[in-house]
């Protein structure tokens, strides 16, 4: 019963279907307690209503929205149940973003609620920081601190946390260390990594000892019988059944964050040869931007202007990864209707739901085969799901936002005013604005604190009204980044793992082919030649894009500055380089107008991008 990712099917998932066909999902270790868990927490939640909601994120890791596997949906998709609950159920974003394409800072920014540049670093006697985020300002100052010492929640975070875990030095005011592991003030359980492995996960751990698990505290080590998706979703649902039975009126956040769909794309063994033939059966490759010519890359920036073409192996590479990312979040999608399910079964009242990715992804768009890191949408662009008391089924919003709007939203549906130094703005008033506009009725369902954080914002609004808030929303998202690392993707010259205990199924494999004892059509550290650059040191940007009403139109402006933050501070006071598309009529980002532009125009891009660069607390629009 300790072990919490063992993929044998429960009873209560073993007549689940996908379109017809036996579908094998993770299983519920400990399911064998909920009905006496059931029972006594409808009970309590019965007495009277909770004064606020439970909160549930779903986080996942390099998942795409313009290449089709996300929301709003291309037509197809792995995530059949997710689609049904939240997209459907829910409320959909038409325009969110991510304010930095990679992992860490992007994962910095949602914690704290805070822009790139107000919590980036240089190095400082060696220590450079999380891929140049100051650690420091993030792990003691999360919305999770919040949301438990203000307001009373209990919060767990199950998978993948920062790319770097805390420790003594960075946890913060607070942070409690245990048997090595340090986690930060505001998570009372802790399953945590920096990504780690689809197969034999490791996590550090901090107060798991529920629902039939006992990981004493420290580094747990899964074996090939865990896979990690499954693994975060065990315990995740096991958290939440034993919080709720612990005491059923106090609100709990589960940050849920498998590291599903992130390199090397391994799917559970069960999902291996998973495919519906509905699915589209490579990556989108008619796009201009797919192994574009170096013509058509010339008047772009860095890498993006000198990658190769793409080879034919390459291309194999690329089509078996996208498939295999899909098979990923096939699992990421049994574990979203398990949470829901669970929830909805323990019967506890008012509960929200969020689903989105860390960043986009590219698929062989401007050649590069795999990754993210660039300023294009198919970088920045993602999904945002959104499920609860207010929310309209089916509905969708269109105002430009990014992560760093999460943490105010929580807090705001918490009932919490957002912290003083917090860039981002509460949510909650654009997706649910029957609610706030009308009161009364159109607030039946919701918590007193998500009640009150409206009325809150109709205050500040005073004779503006209730319409003020979406019409006086900012009309462009903010993008900035900073040089990592080349990251080079080879394609050729490779050695596959071979042996009895080799390669996928057995421990992580960065193979497209993933038959067990012949993995092939690799990559990266298993090849040598074929080499295709992810970034250079030009690559450092801030982007201004601004949707289709703003005074700018649906355009994207960039500046550029050369450079290596590792090795000295970039202000972007001298770009080398700018970029500036149509995207109405530029999908793919093609034709650079930088040049072609009148200076009155850039000027007034470069101003309204100064703005946001600059800004910090309520002084960002």
């Given amino acids: 019963a300790s072990d919490p990712g063992t993929h044998t099917p429960t009873v209560e998932d073993a007549n689940k279907t996908r379109k017809g066909k036996k579908r094998r999902r993770f299983n519920m270790v400990g399911g064998w307690v909920v009905v006496g868990w059931v029972a006594a927490a409808a009970a309590v939640v019965k007495a009277g209503p909770p004064t606020r909601p439970n909160i549930v994120w779903f986080l996942t890791d390099d998942q795409d929205q313009m290449l089709g596997s996300s929301f709003p949906t291309l037509g197809s998709t792995p995530m059949p149940q997710t689609n049904t609950l939240m997209a459907d159920g829910g409320a959909t974003a038409t325009n969110f973003f991510i304010h930095?394409?990679?992992?860490?800072?992007?994962?910095s920014e949602l914690l704290s609620g805070r822009y790139f540049h107000n919590i980036k670093m240089?190095?400082?006697?060696?220590?450079?920081?999380?891929?140049?985020?100051?650690?420091?300002?993030?792990?003691?100052?999360?919305?999770?601190?919040?949301?438990?010492?203000?307001?009373?929640?209990?919060?767990?975070?199950?998978?993948?946390y920062l790319n770097n875990m805390p420790n003594k030095k960075n946890g913060g005011p607070g942070a409690m260390t245990s048997n090595g592991t340090t986690v930060p003030a505001g998570f009372d359980a802790w399953m945590?990594?920096?990504?780690?492995?689809?197969?034999?996960?490791?996590?550090?751990?901090?107060?798991?000892?529920?629902?039939?698990?006992?990981?004493?505290?420290?580094?747990?080590?899964?074996?090939?019988?865990?896979?990690t998706t499954a693994t975060?979703?065990?315990?995740?649902?096991?958290?939440?059944?034993?919080?709720?039975?612990e005491d059923p009126s106090r609100p709990f956040f589960a940050y849920i964050a498998p590291k599903a769909a992130h390199e090397p794309f391994n799917p559970a063994p069960w999902y291996r040869t998973a495919w519906n033939p509905d699915w589209p059966t490579s990556e989108p490759t008619t796009n201009p931007a797919w192994n574009s010519s170096a013509a058509a890359r010339s008047d772009h920036h860095g890498n993006i202007a000198?990658?190769?073409?793409?080879?034919?192996?390459?291309?194999?590479?690329?089509?078996?990864?996208?498939?295999?990312?899909?098979?990923?979040?096939?699992?990421?999608?049994d574990v979203i209707g398990a949470v829901i399910a669970a929830v909805k079964e323990l019967n506890v009242g008012p509960t929200y739901y969020f689903y989105s990715s860390d960043h986009g992804f590219q698929l062989g768009e401007f050649n590069i085969p795999m990754d993210k890191r660039q300023p294009y949408d198919w970088d920045?662009?993602?999904?945002l799901l959104a499920l609860g008391p207010g929310i309209a089924p089916g509905s969708t919003w269109k105002q430009p936002a990014t992560q760093v709007d999460m943490a105010p939203t929580f807090l705001g549906l918490a009932g919490l005013a957002k912290s003083d130094n917090m860039d981002g703005k509460s949510l909650v008033p654009l997706l649910m604005p029957g609610a706030y506009a009308a009161g009364g009725s159109a607030r039946q369902g919701l918590a007193a604190s998500t009640s009150k954080h409206l009325d809150d914002l109709?205050?500040?609004?005073?004779?503006?009204?209730?319409?003020?808030?979406?019409?006086?929303?900012?009309?462009?998202?903010?993008?900035?980044?900073?040089?990592?690392?080349?990251n080079d993707k080879c394609m050729a010259n490779c050695h596959p793992p071979r042996g009895a205990d080799k390669g996928y199924p057995h421990e992580d494999t960065p193979c497209g082919d993933l038959t067990p004892g012949t993995n092939n059509n690799c990559w990266s550290q298993l090849c040598t030649t074929d080499c295709y650059p992810t970034e250079s040191i030009a690559n450092n940007f801030i982007v201004l894009r601004?949707?289709?009403?703003?005074?700018?139109?649906?355009?994207?402006?960039?500046?550029?500055?050369?450079?290596?933050?590792?090795?000295?501070?970039?202000?972007?006071?001298?770009?080398?380089?700018?970029?500036?598309y149509d995207v109405s009529n530029d999908t793919w980002m093609m034709n650079n107008l930088y040049n072609h532009t009148s200076r009155a125009t850039i000027q007034a891009h470069h101003d309204a991008l100064q703005t946001f660069f600059t800004c910090a607390g309520d002084t960002c629009p």
Avoid at 322 to 329: A, D, I, Q
């Fill in 546 to 580: 601004s949707m289709a009403d703003s005074a700018f139109g649906n355009t994207m402006y960039a500046e550029f500055q050369t450079g290596n933050l590792n090795k000295g501070p970039i202000e972007f006071t001298t770009p080398d380089f700018y970029e500036f």
């Fill in 458 to 486: 109709l205050t500040v609004a005073g004779d503006a009204g209730a319409t003020a808030y979406a019409s006086d929303w900012r009309t462009s998202a903010f993008i900035e980044y900073y040089y990592v690392a080349d």
């Fill in 122 to 160: 240089s190095c400082s006697d060696g220590d450079c920081g999380c891929m140049h985020i100051n650690e420091s300002k993030v792990n003691g100052f999360t919305f999770a601190r919040r949301l438990k010492e203000d307001a009373g929640y209990t919060v767990g975070m199950f998978g993948k």
């Fill in 192 to 227: 945590g990594n920096g990504g780690g492995d689809y197969i034999k996960p490791a996590f550090n751990v901090q107060n798991i000892s529920f629902g039939g698990f006992d990981l004493p505290d420290g580094m747990w080590h899964g074996s090939e019988d865990n896979y």
């Fill in 380 to 383: 920045t662009r993602i999904h």
């Fill in 306 to 333: 000198t990658e190769n073409m793409i080879s034919s192996e390459a291309a194999v590479v690329i089509s078996d990864v996208f498939k295999n990312r899909w098979r990923c979040l096939m699992s990421v999608d």
């Fill in 100 to 107: 930095t394409p990679i992992c860490c800072p992007s994962r």
């Fill in 232 to 245: 975060v979703g065990n315990v995740s649902i096991a958290w939440i059944r034993h919080v709720v039975a």
